[in-house]
């Protein structure tokens, strides 16, 4: 990294060093592009980025998932050859209880179906049956959010193909999995779920996922494509955590001969006569480049970089009409024990979920629609010093905790007592559910989707750059962009704002380098 200046004219210039940005810097540096990336703040990973929050302790990021990473990304990066490694499954995730008799979902499907015999025989089987649909349909679903959507508006020799592929794939799939695939898009959660499973503690365990950083509680039409989507893309996480995915990224993209600068806020993107030109940064440098991805969130790169005039009336509304309000927060626990987590070790446990029923978590979302905080959060807990013991000293233990549901815009806005409130309340429904986690706590971190927004850049505090919605995964975020293009030559998008959306998969950011490729 370095935070020199630079008068030299670049292929391609890389706005933000998160994960996806590093992505696309990575491939087109690989392919012989001359590449700069420039970060706002003096670390590089974004929401992905593994901090001290504590001394002694560390975060693994804001984002702490990296189940959904594209694995064939991953091996056309060589990223094992800058140290990235996968475990050998997805994690188990755990909902605790507190008399102890809680409920572990294994990876291994048969391994699962007896954890959950403990609880419902019926249910046991039921899940069986809930994971070989998705092993049916994953080729097919994967197959379409692995590539941009294609451009049906001009339609050509060139673009029939791949929608013909994907014609075929569906009907590969059979009548009754096909039909499946079309009733569940625009159905709610709940109703999904509650189709398959009986235990309430099950149903909640699975939801979390769907309801991840986006403004729908379980009863939200249209939330259960999430789940299936998130069910059909998980696989081994990165060992070590986000932090070691962006080391990877970083050494792929600087030893591909890209430039990556820190300390570098571009103020502006410089359009003539419809393209790019380079962009300006805060302290007056100018950069020359005839192509900029950006990879940071739509609002940010059409409301706020991009010249007034540049873009029309029309489409500045549409942008200004994507829906990214965030309503997860991020609190960051340092713990001075280890904890025991349904009578195992922490050492053995490494995520944990929240929430009794559907019925609480849809009430806790109601409170975000009047602008409060949620009096009974829902939590998604990842403890990285289970596995990794550089996050914590030794003895004592980290959590990681993304909260559902906090506003960004609080009625009473978010101050020091807001936040403190918040903190509470996660620790209360964490010892709720795990014994010793109070009387444990040394040190705190609240992140409210506000402070998202400061902190990273992102707005509306929305860690997946815009809601995963129907209407906002399929074209994301408006017609104009769906294929990383934009109404700007030159101008393309690499970011969890534009398809296949967010979280840690690196996926928009190879499309966005792909589109590059292709159109420049």
Same mark, same amino acid.
């Given at each position: 990294?370095?935070?020199?200046? #630079?008068?030299?004219?670049?292929?391609?210039?890389?706005?933000?060093? +998160?994960?996806?940005?590093?992505?696309?810097?990575?491939?087109?540096? %690989?392919?012989?592009?001359?590449?700069?990336?420039?970060?706002?703040?003096?670390?590089?990973?974004?929401?992905?980025? #593994?901090?001290?929050?504590?001394?002694?302790?560390?975060?693994?990021?804001?984002?702490?998932?990296?189940?959904?990473?594209?694995?064939?990304?991953?091996?056309?990066?060589?990223?094992?050859?800058?140290?990235?490694?996968?475990?050998? /499954?997805?994690?188990?995730?755990?909902?605790?209880?507190?008399?102890?008799?809680?409920?572990?979902?294994?990876?291994?499907?048969?391994?699962?179906?007896?954890?959950?015999?403990?609880?419902?025989?019926?249910?046991?089987?039921?899940?069986?049956?809930?994971?070989?649909?998705?092993?049916?349909?994953?080729?097919?679903?994967?197959?379409?959010?692995?590539?941009?959507?294609?451009?049906?508006?001009?339609?050509?020799?060139?673009?029939?193909?791949?929608?013909?592929?994907?014609?075929?794939?569906?009907?590969?799939?059979?009548?009754?999995?096909?039909?499946?695939?079309?009733?569940?898009?625009?159905?709610?959660?709940?109703?999904?779920?509650?189709?398959?499973? /009986?235990?309430?503690?099950?149903?909640?365990?699975?939801?979390?996922?769907?309801?991840?950083?986006?403004?729908?509680?379980?009863? #939200?039409?249209?939330?259960?494509?999430?789940?299936?989507?998130?069910?059909?893309?998980?696989?081994?996480?990165?060992?070590?955590?986000?932090?070691?995915?962006?080391?990877?990224?970083?050494?792929?993209?600087?030893?591909?001969?890209?430039?990556? $600068?820190?300390?570098?806020?571009?103020? /502006?993107?410089?359009?003539?006569?419809?393209?790019?030109?380079?962009?300006?940064?805060?302290?007056?440098?100018?950069?020359?480049?005839?192509?900029?991805?950006?990879?940071?969130?739509?609002?940010?790169?059409?409301?706020?970089?991009?010249?007034?005039?540049?873009?029309?009336?029309?489409?500045?509304? $549409?942008?200004?009409?994507? $829906?990214?309000?965030?309503?997860?927060?991020?609190?960051?626990?340092?713990?001075?024990?280890?904890?025991?987590?349904?009578?195992?070790?922490?050492?053995?446990?490494?995520?944990?979920?929240?929430?009794?029923?559907?019925?609480?978590? &849809?009430?806790?979302?109601?409170?975000?629609?009047? $602008?409060?905080?949620?009096?009974?959060?829902?939590?998604?807990?990842?403890?990285?010093?289970?596995?990794?013991?550089?996050?914590?000293?030794?003895?004592?233990?980290?959590?990681?905790?993304?909260?559902?549901?906090?506003?960004?815009?609080?009625?009473?806005?978010?101050?020091?007592?807001?936040?403190?409130?918040?903190?509470?309340?996660?620790? /209360?429904?964490?010892?709720?559910?795990?014994?010793?986690?109070?009387?444990?706590?040394?040190?705190?971190?609240?992140?409210?989707?506000?402070?998202? &927004?400061?902190?990273?850049?992102?707005? %509306?505090?929305?860690?997946?750059?815009?809601?995963?919605?129907?209407?906002?995964?399929?074209?994301?975020?408006?017609?104009?962009?769906?294929?990383?293009?934009?109404?700007?030559?030159?101008?393309?998008?690499?970011?969890?704002?534009?398809?296949?959306?967010?979280?840690?998969?690196?996926?928009?950011?190879?499309? +966005?380098?792909?589109?590059?490729?292709?159109?420049?």
């Amino acid at each position: 990294m370095t935070n020199g200046r #630079s008068s030299k004219k670049y292929d391609v210039i890389v706005i933000g060093a +998160g994960h996806n940005g590093l992505t696309t810097a990575a491939f087109l540096a %690989g392919r012989g592009r001359k590449v700069i990336v420039l970060e706002q703040r003096d670390v590089l990973g974004g929401l992905a980025c #593994s901090e001290e929050f504590h001394p002694g302790y560390r975060s693994p990021g804001v984002l702490h998932d990296t189940s959904s990473v594209r694995h064939g990304l991953i091996k056309s990066l060589n990223l094992a050859s800058h140290g990235l490694s996968l475990d050998p /499954e997805p994690p188990a995730i755990h909902a605790p209880v507190k008399d102890g008799n809680g409920l572990s979902l294994h990876h291994d499907a048969q391994k699962a179906a007896r954890e959950i015999a403990k609880h419902s025989e019926h249910d046991a089987e039921r899940y069986s049956e809930y994971r070989a649909f998705v092993d049916r349909v994953r080729g097919f679903v994967n197959g379409v959010f692995d590539e941009s959507p294609p451009g049906l508006g001009t339609i050509d020799a060139r673009t029939f193909w791949p929608v013909m592929k994907k014609g075929l794939g569906f009907r590969r799939l059979g009548k009754h999995d096909a039909v499946e695939l079309f009733r569940i898009i625009p159905m709610s959660l709940a109703d999904w779920l509650d189709e398959w499973f /009986e235990t309430d503690r099950l149903k909640t365990l699975l939801a979390a996922p769907a309801i991840r950083g986006a403004f729908v509680g379980p009863r #939200s039409p249209g939330s259960a494509i999430n789940l299936l989507l998130w069910e059909c893309r998980k696989g081994p996480s990165v060992k070590g955590g986000p932090g070691a995915l962006v080391t990877a990224l970083e050494a792929a993209a600087g030893g591909a001969g890209a430039k990556i $600068r820190t300390s570098a806020r571009v103020k /502006e993107i410089g359009i003539s006569e419809g393209k790019v030109t380079g962009v300006t940064l805060d302290d007056g440098e100018t950069i020359d480049g005839a192509v900029v991805a950006a990879s940071v969130d739509p609002k940010t790169i059409f409301l706020k970089l991009l010249p007034v005039a540049a873009i029309t009336e029309k489409f500045a509304q $549409r942008i200004a009409n994507y $829906r990214a309000k965030g309503t997860t927060a991020k609190v960051d626990i340092a713990l001075r024990q280890k904890i025991e987590v349904g009578g195992n070790a922490g050492s053995s446990v490494e995520y944990v979920r929240t929430g009794e029923n559907l019925t609480q978590v &849809e009430k806790a979302f109601d409170a975000v629609k009047y $602008r409060l905080c949620s009096s009974t959060p829902v939590l998604d807990v990842c403890i990285p010093s289970a596995s990794n013991r550089d996050f914590a000293p030794d003895g004592g233990s980290s959590l990681s905790v993304l909260v559902q549901y906090a506003p960004y815009d609080l009625e009473d806005g978010w101050g020091d007592r807001q936040r403190e409130l918040l903190g509470q309340r996660v620790v /209360e429904t964490l010892a709720d559910n795990i014994p010793g986690v109070k009387e444990s706590v040394v040190g705190l971190r609240v992140l409210t989707p506000a402070d998202l &927004e400061s902190h990273y850049g992102t707005s %509306g505090g929305h860690p997946y750059h815009g809601d995963h919605a129907v209407d906002q995964l399929f074209v994301r975020p408006s017609p104009e962009c769906a294929r990383h293009t934009t109404p700007i030559g030159g101008l393309f998008l690499c970011g969890s704002g534009s398809f296949p959306g967010g979280g840690i998969t690196c996926a928009p950011g190879a499309l +966005g380098a792909r589109a590059i490729l292709k159109h420049s």
